[in-house]
């Protein structure tokens, strides 16, 4: 079955460090999405793109970064960790950027930056 | 600027119905989708709406009308395993999807 997996579940780093986040979808979907979810939030966009070597800036999107090499991976990066980053960060495929085109979501990355 | 709105936390017993409402504001309107999501894990799709009036899946309806700005979910013979968060998402005149902040569901025996 067609899956999206994201690595690691859980993450505990150091103010400064740098992060990497991964994605990897099995859908063989073009579109691919980075959001953050925090309480009192819906989620956010941080970064998307909808093929091999296409990204842009979401809402959010200041202090990371994305590339994509291939179809299946999108992995999000957080140059210089801050406080203000810790969060749960979900990944998305869908099939489309049309209309009725749902996005399917990965289990999601709790990080914790101290 | 864009906002989707909905009740933060809502009460409701086994058995019976519930709905969750939800008004938007947005850039353009591209369709109206529902996601549910349980405590720790991923959401996942419930519905979509782009035209007005009432789509029906099984105990799930979801109910959509553009001029108001308005939609809601319903929720048929509540069960235990429909406590949630039910979330509420836009798709704006750039395709992109605006989500409200959720409405966290307990169902009561």
Redo the contacts between chains.
Sequence with gaps: DAEITQSPRHKITETGRQVTLACHQTWNHNNMFWYRQDL??????IH?SYGVHDTNK?EVSDGYSVSRSNTEDLPLTLESAASSQTSVY?CASSES????Y???????TRLTVT | GQNIDQPTEMTATEGAIVQINCTYQTSGFNGLFWYQQHAGEAPTFLSYNVLDGLEEKGRFSSFLSRSKGYSYLLLKELQMKDSASYLCAVKDSNYQLIWGAGTKLIIKP
């Design positions: 009192g939030h819906g989620l956010r966009l998307y979401g979900f950027a049309g209309e009725s749902e996005q399917y979501f990965g289990p999601g």
